[in-house]
């Protein structure tokens, strides 16, 4: 049942609230390969999230090559980080698959959470890089990676060896949660 | 650093892979107490999740009360079970919170993701009972709980002791994948 990851020389699982509870924005990286079978892991885990009645209405782009890196890198002012890392996906919105209006950002931000816990508990990094709703960002996408216009590319993950430790924060505020009424 | 994780007599930690592929919406529960200590867990766990520029635009309604649970199956034609779990959080999306437009919908949908992947991880079991984008939905629940209107109720949740076991799924789908372009 229980998954060892491996970090290093040691072997360990990760606990799914510890992933939940210290999972941060990394954004600085050590350049190493990841291989296909722990890429495939990731997508897995983006394609097993909660959908609007099982729509699943998102498809994905995987980046390797440096030249297509670099496209992804030249649509924003702050994303030379993805020098440093081997993989980049670009999870889109497919309209061609959306059954139920309205409900395609949701799906695709619980796809793109779960990529980004996955990589986190398999002892990599993520940074979640904004596409969506910035028209200019989501038509320069679209045009580099030859999308259809049915396409709408949602967000660009960056995945890779993490270069940076960020500690564990508590970010529970009692003063956000309200009791039986508002 | 592992978290062990109770289940009847047994404890065992849940990875995070484990969790995000094991995952499934559960509707039929047995009714018994959540404590509070599992509830501040699995609330941490929500305001754990990543959001658009750290804007935190959530709030959240815990409902234990039952004449107020019936408010929330009232909206609803599908959610009786509800009458079988302890506890509900409805996550809200609070306008005066907001930094950044046109983002609400995602940072509500990845709270409401880790809350669901918590109680997972916690033995319990959760539904997605959607309130936007349906506008009677919002109007009635709003109503119901006394919410401003600069508060737009996005989901409920149900949360406790799973009645039903389903099957790990591989919802792996290579077809949705593409290569360095479209």
Redesign the interface.
């Known amino acids: 049942?229980?998954?060892l990851?491996r970090v290093g020389f040691y072997l360990?699982?990760?606990?799914?609230?510890?992933?939940?509870?210290t999972?941060r924005?990394i954004r600085k990286f050590e350049f190493k390969n990841i291989s296909d079978e722990v890429l495939?892991?990731i997508?897995?885990?983006g394609?097993?999230?909660?959908n609007?009645g099982g729509q699943?209405l998102?498809?994905?782009?995987?980046?390797?090559?440096r030249d297509?890196m670099e496209k992804i890198i030249a649509a924003y002012p702050y994303a030379k980080m993805l020098r440093d890392v081997p993989i980049a996906i670009i999870v889109c919105f497919d309209k061609s698959r959306e059954k139920y209006?309205?409900?395609w950002?949701?799906?695709?931000?619980?796809a793109?959470?779960?990529i980004?816990?996955?990589a986190?508990?398999?002892g990599l990094g993520g940074v979640?890089l904004?596409i969506y709703?910035i028209d200019e960002r989501v038509k320069a996408i679209r045009e580099s990676?030859?999308?259809?216009e049915y396409?709408v590319p949602f967000a660009a993950f960056g995945i890779g060896h993490p270069a940076e430790e960020k500690p564990e924060?508590?970010?529970?505020?009692e003063s956000?949660?309200?009791?039986?009424?508002?």
């Open positions: 049942m229980i998954r990851i360990f699982p990760m606990e799914i609230l510890e992933a939940l509870y999972r924005s495939r892991k997508l897995r885990a394609m097993s999230a909660p609007s699943r998102w498809q994905f782009v995987v980046i390797k090559d297509q209006e309205e409900r950002q949701m799906d695709c931000a619980t793109s959470l779960n980004l816990l996955a986190h508990g398999l979640w904004e709703p990676f030859d999308m259809p396409v924060l508590d970010r529970y505020e956000l949660i309200h009791y039986d009424s508002w």
